[in-house]
């Protein structure tokens, strides 16, 4: 009776313990899943492509105003971007280059991360080539040239005439793997 | 009902365990245990009560007198830290303990050395936890949710508070282990589950929602001590991380220990509201079903402490309803004890007083959750002294006052000794006074505008401050009285009779003596 209780509390025990592990896995696995959910319904998708559409109007009635700001956030480069600003109509194509340049001696990587002002922009932006899209690998000295292709939709709302789109440049830690794609 | 008395032979047990300090380290007594860990959250509540007088004495008048900024957001961060982790849970594991292998008729917990695990954990973890004021850079100070980038960033503070909350972790998952297991395996013949006293059951479903939850904490801490020494990314947003999914795995987290400190004391609400109204507790089976519903619920609500922080409309509504959703069970169990009450024979004791007292303040702190539930109020009251006065009323007059009812009701049964009703009410009188003059005023300072964890304020919220401050001292000062009417108890208080309160119906109060022995319900009691 005793060892028999003793039995069954052992099994109890070994059971709450796999729950425990899986529930500490689960916390982890709720980072692939978050990815996964802001991905699907489009929330804060940063470094995935959107699909072209051949769908998307021009607006030629009205003009507006695009401006491109790049910055670096603590590492030795140079990054800029080859004009400051572009008039278009929405839903016109647009291309811009930008070039980025290690002063440094060392090979190094690093992340861009957009910014859009105003912040709602992101629902009007559909960006088909980016170079934020993957990590950058620059040797010393180096210097690239990248473009941003993208498409602002004609839905943008009449009273916004100018906005920016900015980028900043972060050193990643050295064989970082974070980075996806 | 006549007393049974299986196990007045138990103190011959008595002689075998060591003496002196050894006696504690090594014991796996369930009695033993519960004392020391209602003694070490006595002592953390004092040591967190210090960082609140020192918070309260900075926030007496405007401006910079005490604590330097860096300081006084340090104080903030492990002030809430210790009475979360350190004073508030550990309590009730105490409680636990004590009251859950008595009232379902066990003689120990299912796993006596884990049990003792458990607890000698946590005198490492508070050290961890305390140490780290002194280390260069300072404690933790990005506040008690350690939100990244503030503590990705922080210095040697932050990984002495990770290593702790990892400990208090592990110390909490073995304690729901075995109160699991030992509800579920240990219960004496003839108890079922729907005859658990309502104390048993709460703290059933509490320690589920402990294994649940607190494994994902520990994953977070470590992702954040990895980001912070190891190369990962998962909230650095420049390695492609995102700092808003710390938020959301910390609330999953999060939302439930909230009702992980609740929950307990609605057991020990319902077992005091019945004893002294003297009639069963009103509808336990729906007692039962709405702190089930209660448990579940906490799991789906989690961002509406994120409201701000960007989500979908869709998003904020869904949070917004189903938290709102949560009042329904709480109301059913506000509902119950009224109806326990109404038409008994109540006496008001101290435990009584603070039970009352209890569902008084909990259901104003009730309310202003709904009210923070509601979208676009919470914008404008988040991260304000409103949000501070709304989770002081549910967790200072919500789980620390049911915590002060449960030692006044289970002191005479574990010490056989009588406190003195005396200076137990005016305990209970000062503690509702003060913590009122505390804590209502900090309404009117949010809904004006004053954000919390900040140092120094604009002139206008003077007034309430210095009023809020007065009421903070007099609540600290009143919980002295406390220490000495505890202390009074054990070393001079009247003996106490086996079932000190007429009214009690569990199985402590029917079928031990007073002092309860070391050893209980060796052979188990048969329930009817």
Redesign the interface.
Known sequence: MVEN?AA??AL??KK??I??????????A??PF?EKFCEV?G??N??QPDKQSKEIQVDKSRWITIEFDANI?GLPWEFKSMQSSARIHPGEPVTVMYEITNMSDREISA?A?PSYSPRFLDKYLKKFECFCFTKQVLKPKETKQMPVQFVIEPSLPAELQTMTISYTF????AN?S???K | MAAVHGDVHGHEHDEHHPSGMMRWITTTNHKDIGSMYLWFSFAMFMVGGTLAMGIRAELFQPGIQILEPELFNQFTTLHGLIMVFGAIMPAFVGFANWQVPMMIGAPDM??ARMNNWSFWLLPVAATLLISSFFVPGGAAAGGWTFYPPLSTQGGLGVDLMIFSVHILGASS?MGS?NI??TI???RAPGMTLMKMPMFVWTWLITAYLL??????????VT?LLTDRHF????FN??????P??FQ??FW?FGHPEVYIMILPAFGIVSEIIPTFSRKPLFGYSSMVYATASIAILSCVVWAHHMFTAGM?TVGQLFFMYATMLIAVPTGVKVFNWTATMWRGSMTFETPMLFAIGFIFLFVVGGFSGVICAIVPIDIQVQDTYYVIAHFHYVLVSGALFALFAGVYYWLPKWTGRMYNETLGKAHFWLSMIFFNVTFFVQHFLGLAGMPRRIPDYNIQFADFNMVSSIGAFGFGLTQLLFFYIVINCIRSGEKASQKQWDGATTLEWTHLPTPAPYHSFEKPPIIK
């Open positions: 209780k069954t509390n109890m025990l709450l313990l729950f425990t592990v899986m529930m500490f896995l689960f916390g982890y709720l980072v978050y319904t929330i804060n940063l470094l956030q992340q991360i972060f050193e990643l830690p970082s974070v980075i996806k | 299912a796993f998952i282990i699991i297991t579920l395996n240990m294994v649940l939850v607190m494994p994902v904490l520990a994953g977070v992702m190369g990962t990314s998962f947003a420049a390695g492609g991380g995102d808003v999914m959301h795995i999953f979908p």
